[in-house]
């Protein structure tokens, strides 16, 4: 940067950290501040695209991240009753030919962790703990920010991280209004060492049934199988990811499902359930000096597996365009919105409609499975719906020239 700016990120999540550790590769002072008092194993697996990896690699982490990762050989459907399968794609070699970039599988604590520990060592001291959000104010000359714990403090610009419940936003554009998609999602982690050999194998797997899906996969080296299953469920609208439920409970939401999802449900220590609402997509989300990343301006629903995807991509997006102009913040922020928009909203709603695709009422019978399948996820249709998410290049996409928002 021309002009070494000092930037405040509120959160320090997958968002805010890569968007920290970006502005830090690019020469600014960042300061992190996070509402939590602590940060320990939070949340469960994290689906890293190549569009996702691109980013992280280009940031310095590749070594890193292949410490903890798990590299699956590829993606399968399995359908909720007889647990016919159908390979979606492979995930190995050909994602890196394809994209020249690999698709790996983290437990999110994993990945957090990284991203932490390399902000730190760029910036020793930065990462502030139990620090919550109060408000900001604009002046001519930058952002006075106050923060719990730390006073007020004056930045260049500051960067709203701080996810789906976004102080930031809500300061900035009010708080706005979810809505029920009538599913009830369900996560828990699994050691191998308690599967049996054929549901220990190197594949993430999609089953589909009518009106619920599952979808595991490998974490922490293999060590690990990531579960979420997702329940049409109408009432259940507790959005905390640490409302605890029981193994019982989830059992009886799968009851008639292959013996499989069964077992891996059996060896879950401790499910956790949370409600999914869903927020359509903001038509802006940067005012003057602020902006917001990731869950804070455009969360989505988890069936596109993009939600960290995007608010990495805008990590590194964001960084670039303030090092584009450093003079000027506030058109810096302007080009990012412009940049992102499209993009993340076509993510939102593709999301959405893949919660459709896997819980199709064809999906209850064996034979019509197998035609809704062979059609839904074809060659053709899976490469239409993925390849222009995981082709996405968040390392290049051209800050000097983005258009103006209208």
């Known amino acids: 940067m021309a002009k070494r700016l000092r930037v405040a990120v509120i959160g320090a999540g997958i968002g805010g950290l890569t968007a920290a550790l970006a502005l830090l590769r690019e020469g600014a002072e960042v300061q992190v501040f996070e509402q939590a008092p602590a940060f320990g194993e939070v949340g469960a697996g994290i689906q890293v695209s190549a569009n996702g990896t691109r980013c ?39 994602s890196v030919a394809r994209y020249g970039y690999p698709y790996l599988m983290l437990h999110r604590a994993d990945l957090h962790r990284v991203l932490a520990e390399a902000v730190l060592a760029a910036q020793p001291g930065c990462i502030h703990a139990g620090a919550r959000y109060l408000r900001h104010e604009e002046q001519a000359d930058g952002v006075w920010l106050e923060v719990e714990g730390h006073g007020a403090q004056h930045f260049d610009a500051l960067i709203g991280a701080d996810g789906i419940h976004s102080a930031c936003r809500e300061r900035l554009f009010g708080a706005g209004v979810p809505w029920f998609t009538g599913c009830m999602a369900w996560r828990g982690l699994v050691p191998m060492s308690r599967l049996p050999a054929h549901l220990a194998a190197p594949v993430g797997t999609n089953w589909v049934g009518p009106g619920a899906h599952v979808v595991t996969y490998p974490v922490r080296r293999g060590e690990l199988l990531n579960f979420v299953g997702v329940v049409e469920k109408p009432g259940w609208t507790d959005e905390s990811w640490n409302t605890r439920g029981t193994v019982d409970e989830c059992l009886r939401d799968f009851a008639h499902w292959h013996e499989d999802v069964h077992a891996i449900v059996r060896a879950i220590e401790q499910p956790y359930r949370w409600a999914l609402l869903g927020r359509d997509p903001m038509p802006r989300w940067s005012e003057g000096r602020a902006t917001l990343v990731g869950d804070a301006c455009h969360p989505t629903l988890p069936f596109l597996a993009q939600g960290a995807m995007m608010a990495i991509e805008d990590g590194v997006v964001v960084a670039r365009c303030l090092a584009a102009r450093p003079d000027d913040p506030a058109e810096a922020f302007r080009r990012f919105e412009a940049l992102r928009h499209e993009r993340t909203a076509r993510i939102v709603r593709g999301s959405a409609d893949n919660a459709r695709r896997f819980h199709d009422p064809r999906l209850a019978s064996a034979e019509g499975a197998a035609d809704y399948v062979n059609r839904e996820w074809s060659p053709e249709r899976v490469q239409q719906r993925y390849d222009w998410l995981f082709s996405y290049d968040a390392t290049s996409v051209d800050v000097e020239t983005a ?4």
């Open 403 to 406: 258009p103006h928002p209208a």
């Open 56 to 94: 992280l690699f280009a940031l310095g982490l590749e070594a890193a991240v292949r410490e903890v990762a798990s590299a699956p050989a590829g993606k399968q459907i399995r359908l909720w009753s007889t647990g016919q399968r159908w390979t979606l794609f492979d995930l190995g070699e050909s």
